[in-house]
């Protein structure tokens, strides 16, 4: 899902930012799951559902993806009659996880006018309220169409963002593009970079990128 935040105008330079592992120390998913179990107790039929589509990925009834769409339906099924104030709560609960140097990395970008897009497999139903939150000028996150997910991992999210910067008119020529992630899976978008931040990576990462011919800058920070 592709979301703007205000009238972004084309810039000379974009930078693009994960989510998990890069902006967050957390798996932001992992945690969305796990805070649902808990406060789900506020709405029993929703409550139901959701544990009932992680119970058959215990069970080895799916994997990973399908039990991610599965309650991707169910939250968009329920997210109506779910209270405002535990949603809040989450993405304040997602705040606290922020890896600040990366914060303050994207903070100077915005303060010299360079736009900042967040890039993730994560749930548009958290990552674009949680993106507002932050001011930073647009979204690109998992979604349903017709029911199924639309997981923005991989060539996906290298589609999504390129398409993101010919939202205007223009196209990927227009810009100079920094990409900062923690993990191989956005090796085809850090190939579409001019430059790549690699924060806190694996060394199973750092050799996925040098073999791709990346060029990259490791960022340590523990938050």
Same mark, same amino acid.
């Given at each position: 899902m592709v979301e703007r935040f205000g009238g972004t105008n084309v810039r000379q330079r974009l930078v693009v930012c994960d989510l998990d592992g890069t902006l967050l120390s957390v798996n932001s998913?992992?945690?969305?799951? /796990?805070?649902? +179990?808990v406060m789900g107790l506020f709405c029993p039929p929703f409550l139901a559902v959701w /544990?009932? #589509?992680q119970g058959r990925r215990l069970v080895g009834g799916s994997d990973r993806a399908v039990m991610k769409m599965e /309650? %991707?339906?169910t939250y968009e099924r329920f997210e109506g009659r779910l209270p405002m104030r535990l949603k809040s709560c989450f993405l304040w609960l997602l705040r606290m996880t922020i890896n600040r140097r990366v914060q303050r %990395?994207?903070?100077a970008y915005r303060g010299d006018g360079v736009p900042v897009? /967040? #890039?993730? #497999?994560a749930p548009c139903f958290y990552a674009t309220p949680f993106g507002e939150c932050l001011g930073v000028d647009g979204t690109v996150a998992s979604y349903l169409e017709k029911g199924r997910m639309m997981e923005m991992v991989g060539d996906c999210k290298r589609v999504a963002v390129l398409h993101w910067l010919g939202a205007d008119g223009g196209g990927? #020529? +227009?810009w100079i593009m920094v990409a900062l992630t923690d993990h191989q899976d956005d090796l085809p978008l850090a190939l579409e970079a001019d430059w790549?931040?690699?924060v806190n990576p694996s060394a199973e990462s750092c050799r996925s990128f040098k073999s791709a011919g990346v060029a990259f800058k490791v960022l340590k920070s523990r938050g």
């Open positions: 998913f992992r945690l969305w799951v /796990l805070y649902w +179990d /544990l009932i #589509a /309650l %991707m339906r %990395m994207i903070e897009l /967040l #890039a993730t #497999a990927r #020529a +227009d790549t931040y690699l």
